[in-house]
């Protein structure tokens, strides 16, 4: 058995103009980014063959309302417009893939610090018009924004992006990037999901609703050369 911890991009100032590598110092900003940082260094002193990442990923949450991939899907959906931060950059990986490479890494022994996110930083603003891109939908709802003006958010530096050269070498093929289309293809919806959407009551097809088209679309667009989709919600 091996032990596997979660930790976070935000262990980083995101002052860099280049992604992070494990071998880099550490210096969050935020009291999360401090308590993860925390956690990796007691993990690793408590256990030197537990195995820790580094990660940045989305999804569709549960509720349908809480992620970056729920915000842009509904708003691509009602047409409404939405604002995407062009300064605030990371290296997000989808869940899916996250679960790939957890057991890839894990069925290979690894131990010690890796980073586990996309191989491509990319901007929230980038990401909005990737997404509306890959369901073909207005991409003009998607505007562009500064965190830096936003004074009411925490600090969480402006670059978070985190290299995967470690992580490429020790699986031996291609991390894949936030905006490949079987990365977007396999975001987390099935048909039979989407099926049983029709038939939910309640809070449940409130959540179905944004995945229903977003889906539709990608299938329609991508699923011959794509892997199957992940079950769950």
Same mark, same amino acid.
């Given at each position: 058995?091996?032990?596997?911890?979660?930790?976070?991009?935000?262990?980083f100032d995101g002052k860099s103009n280049e992604p992070y590598g494990e071998g880099d110092v550490a210096s969050p900003q935020s009291v999360y980014g401090q308590t993860k940082l925390q956690g990796e260094q007691a993990v690793l002193a408590a256990n030197s063959q537990a195995l820790v990442f580094r990660t940045n990923f989305f999804g569709w949450s549960q509720s349908g309302q809480k992620g970056i991939l729920d915000f842009f899907a509904r708003g691509i959906e009602t047409g409404t417009a939405m604002t995407g931060f062009s300064d605030y950059i990371v290296s997000s990986l989808y869940m899916g893939d996250l679960f790939e490479l957890l057991v890839e890494a894990v069925m290979k022994e690894a131990t010690g610090l890796i980073h586990l996110t996309s191989s491509t930083p990319l901007s929230k603003?980038?990401?909005?018009?990737?997404?509306?891109?890959?369901?073909?939908?207005?991409?003009?709802?998607?505007?562009?924004?500064?965190? /830096?003006?936003? #004074?009411? $958010?925490? *600090?969480? @530096?402006?670059?978070? =992006?985190?290299?995967?050269?470690?992580?490429?070498?020790?699986?031996?093929?291609?991390?894949?990037?936030?905006?490949?289309?079987?990365?977007?293809?396999?975001?987390? /919806?099935?048909? #039979?999901? $989407?099926? *049983?959407? @029709?038939?939910?009551? =309640?809070?449940?097809?409130?959540?179905?609703?944004?995945?229903r088209t977003v889906f539709k679309a990608l299938v329609d667009v991508n699923l011959p050369n794509a892997r199957a989709p992940y079950l769950g919600g």
């Open positions: 058995a091996r032990f596997v911890h979660f930790s976070t991009d935000a262990v603003y980038d990401f909005g018009v990737a997404v509306a891109q890959a369901v073909r939908g207005d991409v003009s709802l998607v505007h562009q924004g500064l965190l /830096a003006e936003q #004074s009411m $958010l925490g *600090n969480r @530096g402006h670059n978070l =992006g985190l290299s995967v050269p470690k992580l490429h070498e020790l699986l031996g093929h291609p991390i894949p990037s936030t905006i490949q289309n079987a990365q977007l293809v396999r975001m987390n /919806a099935t048909a #039979s999901n $989407l099926s *049983n959407a @029709g038939t939910a009551a =309640g809070t449940e097809a409130e959540a179905f609703k944004a995945k």
